[in-house]
């Protein structure tokens, strides 16, 4: 949080959302919760961005721990040596309209604005997490899909700008970085996830 506020110093005001976000996201992974993360455009691409950070290893190797390397060469015999000299431990994510056959069978034959909340419907469980990506804090498929996880117990946790849209209502969690502009907005977005992504592998796999 230090590097990131000394680089950053707008960020400032943030700082305890930051932190109240890592907690939320900390909780869930320790009880083996899926983080699913979602947005538009730009934001979609910083949803797929933030998955790519979480599953592998990010400033860290993340090997394998002793006892599941020797699980799974009981299992595997002597091919477990290369494999697991290769896998990475990773957090559970998912990109929510990383399956477009779905996506697109939904946005035509119910609501395009409903894909996130379908999804999250059908995957998403109770202590899961769900961070939506919006900079004007308008969307209305983040508002859903925010709708639909508090129906389901799932932690809400919004990205967005300072122009407090409808969807904060929705959101246990707002990260709402002190810019209007659209690409200013992301590029405090970009640096605030790295942050929290790097808080997460350290609490899960320093010194492991």
Same mark, same amino acid.
């Given at each position: 949080?230090?590097?990131?506020? %000394?680089?950053?110093? +707008?960020? *400032?005001?943030?700082? $305890?959302?930051?932190?109240?976000?890592?907690?939320? @996201?900390?909780?869930?992974?320790?009880?083996?919760?899926?983080?699913?993360?979602?947005?538009?455009?730009?934001?979609?691409?910083?949803?797929?961005?933030?998955?790519?950070?979480?599953?592998?290893?990010?400033?860290?190797?993340?090997?394998?721990?002793?006892?599941?390397?020797?699980?799974?060469?009981?299992?595997?015999?002597?091919?477990?040596?290369?494999?697991?000299?290769?896998?990475?431990?990773?957090?559970?994510?998912?990109?929510?309209?990383?399956?477009? %056959?779905?996506?697109? +069978?939904? *946005?035509?034959?119910? $609501?395009?604005?409903?894909?996130?909340?379908?999804? @999250?419907?059908?995957?998403?469980?109770?202590?899961?997490?769900?961070?939506?990506?919006?900079?004007?804090?308008?969307?209305?498929?983040?508002?859903?899909?925010?709708?639909?996880?508090?129906?389901?117990?799932?932690?809400?946790?919004?990205?967005?700008?300072?122009?407090?849209?409808?969807?904060?209502?929705?959101?246990?969690?707002?990260?709402?970085?002190?810019?209007?502009?659209?690409?200013?907005?992301?590029?405090?977005?970009?640096?605030?996830?790295?942050?929290?992504?790097?808080?997460?592998?350290?609490?899960?796999?320093?010194?492991?």
């Amino acid at each position: 949080m230090a590097t990131l506020l %000394a680089r950053h110093p +707008a960020l *400032a005001a943030c700082a $305890d959302k930051i932190t109240d976000a890592y907690r939320i @996201l900390r909780d869930s992974i320790a009880q083996g919760g899926t983080v699913f993360v979602c947005g538009n455009g730009g934001s979609h691409a910083d949803a797929d961005h933030i998955i790519g950070e979480l599953s592998k290893g990010f400033l860290l190797k993340r090997k394998l721990p002793a006892e599941l390397v020797k699980s799974m060469s009981e299992k595997l015999g002597e091919d477990a040596t290369d494999l697991c000299g290769r896998l990475q431990m990773g957090m559970r994510a998912m990109l929510l309209d990383a399956h477009p %056959a779905l996506s697109s +069978a939904y *946005a035509n034959d119910v $609501d395009p604005v409903m894909c996130y909340a379908q999804q @999250l419907f059908v995957m998403g469980r109770k202590n899961d997490v769900v961070i939506g990506l919006s900079t004007s804090g308008n969307a209305e498929n983040i508002r859903n899909v925010f709708k639909v996880a508090g129906g389901r117990g799932i932690k809400r946790i919004l990205f967005t700008g300072n122009r407090h849209g409808k969807c904060e209502q929705y959101a246990d969690c707002v990260i709402d970085v002190p810019e209007s502009e659209t690409y200013k907005i992301q590029e405090l977005h970009l640096p605030t996830y790295h942050a929290i992504c790097i808080m997460l592998e350290e609490y899960f796999y320093a010194g492991k």
